[in-house]
């Protein structure tokens, strides 16, 4: 096998140091999402589907930011209201990975950003059917996954950071590189 495999270590591939957040921090994510997806088939209840979809995505929402961040990838955020009623965002990272694997860390950072694509897809696709009713459910999952998702990229590039200037750092490094790859392949052809 060529790539990105070459590089790990077949046990680290397999090893999961924490295979029970790993679980839940999938579980609560991907069964919202196969409950909103499935609920017209199973059950033409709008309010039983609605609370089981939020309660799933509170449940999610709680195991995210309090146990498989900390577990899986050494990071957490909170927010902090001081004696003057001012509130401040907290976003710490552990220095060291030691008690995490990439294992743990991929499934993590994959399911923290592919879910709350779902949901972007969801709430475009309830407004085009003119399924009004579900909005407020789609808006739920979209806020509470996206909120986890912002905390936690605040967390991993550190919290002072501006997270629009980074982006524009890194598209601008990838345009460069586009760029100064397609200028070889030209010079190549000539």
């Not at 909103?36 to 088939?41: A, F, P, Q, S, T």
């Not at 475009?124 to 399924?131: A, D, E, G, M, P």
């Not at 936690?152 to 586009?178: D, W």
């Amino acid at each position: 096998m060529d790539g990105w495999m070459d590089n790990l270590d077949k046990n680290e591939i397999l090893f999961f140091r924490h295979p029970v957040a790993s679980f839940f921090h999938l579980f609560f994510r991907a069964s919202a999402i196969l409950v909103y997806l499935l609920c017209d088939m199973l059950s033409g209840r709008f309010i039983a589907s609605m609370v089981t979809i939020i309660l799933l995505l509170s449940c999610d929402f709680w195991t995210v930011k309090n146990v498989s961040g900390r577990l899986l990838v050494g990071l957490r955020w909170w927010n902090q209201v001081d004696e003057d009623g001012k509130s401040h965002w907290v976003f710490e990272s552990r220095k060291t990975a030691d008690d995490s694997s990439s294992a743990d860390s991929r499934i993590f950072w994959l399911g923290l950003v592919v879910c709350p694509l779902f949901w972007v897809v969801f709430v475009f696709s309830t407004i085009v059917s003119f399924r009004i009713k579900w909005l407020a459910v789609v808006f739920m999952g979209l806020v509470l996954q996206w909120a986890n998702l912002y905390g936690y990229v605040r967390c991993k590039v550190g919290g002072k950071s501006n997270l629009r200037t980074m982006a524009k750092n890194y598209l601008n490094l990838q345009i460069f590189k586009q760029v100064s790859e397609s200028s070889q392949y030209l010079h190549q052809m000539l």
